[in-house]
């Protein structure tokens, strides 16, 4: 039979009880908070345009990034951690076909899961990223120095993001019927 008791035979970290011969002990649950250390994920992710870009058209169109950050290794002990991204960046001009430099970004949250287990992230990048367009014809955006406060806070994080599709078919629908996505795939290390 096994008897309860409270003990501190809680490994690994997490676990709701700890089974030992003939005992069982009950862990308390982690208290959710800020997790320490550093987190390396793989990134995928969006930029959205509404409206689509399009070369005829004028105004300006409202930049939203959509992003997961998955398959997380941690050095705070985090069995499984993702993070979701959904941020409004701000505009660029509607008749923009080709590769702006990337903006500068501050307070773009990170949701964590599982939130009982891990507050968010807060980044904030004061220095323009970079953008390359890769041998393969593939634009690749790179932002080093990026600062993030709450879970994982770093001053020297990065983030690599590069295109699904090739630059030149990004910009011909651009010149076309119009450009309402981008999606990347990459990798981000706080």
Do not use: E
């Amino acid at each position: 039979m096994l008897t309860p008791s409270l003990g501190t035979r809680c490994a690994p970290a997490g676990n709701l009880f700890a089974v030992a011969v003939g005992r069982l002990w009950w862990c308390p649950p982690p208290v959710a908070g800020a997790a320490s250390g550093a987190a390396s994920c793989a990134v995928k992710a969006s930029l959205s345009f509404n409206p689509p870009l399009q070369a005829s058209a004028t105004g300006n169109s409202a930049v939203t990034l959509n992003a997961q950050l998955v398959k997380c290794s941690t050095t705070a002990a985090m069995r499984r951690t993702t993070g979701h991204v959904n941020a409004d960046l701000g505009t660029v001009a509607s008749n923009t076909c080709s590769a702006p430099t990337p903006p500068t970004f501050s307070n773009v949250g990170v949701r964590w899961t599982p939130p009982s287990k891990v507050h968010g992230s807060v980044l904030s990048d004061s220095s323009a990223g970079t953008t390359t367009v890769l041998s393969d014809g593939r634009a690749q955006v790179a932002y080093t120095g990026i600062v993030a406060t709450g879970s994982f806070a770093t001053s020297s994080g990065t983030l690599t993001m590069t295109t699904r599709d090739i630059a030149a078919n990004l910009a011909a629908a651009c010149s076309g019927s119009g450009l309402d996505a981008i999606t990347f795939g990459g990798s981000a290390t706080l």
